[in-house]
C-alpha cells in the first residue's frame, strides 16, 4: 500500500518517504473506513484499530479536510470507543507528538512519580 521515496534533504542528507499507492486495497481500506463514519454502525475491529491510529497522526484533517469534513473527522474520533486497545495506542501516540513523553515525571527522592499518559488513563478506567 505504500512505496519507498528515496531523496535527500538539504542536498546531502538521504531521505526516505513512504507514499501511499492507490490500489485496489487501499480503496477497499477507505471505503470501509467512509462506510463506518456515514453509517454509524459500529466498524469491524481492523476498522476500528485503523480509524484510532488515523484519528492519533492527525489523518483526519487530510481525509475529511475544510469544514464540510468536521462531522466525519468528529465521527472518526468517536470510532476510538470501539476499540479499547486502539484508543490506547491513540492517546500514546498523542503523548509523544505532544512531548509528554519527554517531560520528567513528577516527584523527587523517596516521593513516588506520578503515572501519566495512556496507561495512566487505562488504568484510571
Do not use: F
Not at 55 to 73: F, I, M, Q, T, W
Request: glycine share 12%; charged share 20%; aromatic share 2%.
Amino acid at each position: 500500500m505504500v512505496h519507498a521515496v528515496e531523496g535527500q534533504m538539504c542536498g546531502v542528507l538521504p531521505t526516505t518517504r513512504y507514499q501511499a499507492t492507490d490500489t485496489a486495497i487501499s480503496r477497499e481500506i477507505r471505503t470501509r473506513l467512509d462506510s463506518a463514519i456515514r453509517t454509524g454502525v459500529p466498524p469491524d475491529p481492523r476498522t476500528a484499530a485503523l480509524a484510532a491510529l488515523a484519528h492519533a497522526v492527525g489523518l483526519g484533517k487530510h481525509l475529511y479536510p475544510g469544514n464540510e469534513g468536521r462531522s466525519s473527522r468528529s465521527r472518526l474520533r468517536d470510532l476510538i470507543r470501539h476499540d479499547p486497545m486502539g484508543g490506547l495506542v491513540a492517546h500514546a501516540v498523542m503523548d509523544v507528538q505532544n512531548g509528554a513523553a519527554a517531560q520528567p515525571r513528577r516527584g523527587g527522592p523517596g516521593v513516588p512519580a506520578q503515572p501519566r499518559g495512556s496507561m495512566a488513563r487505562a488504568a484510571a478506567h
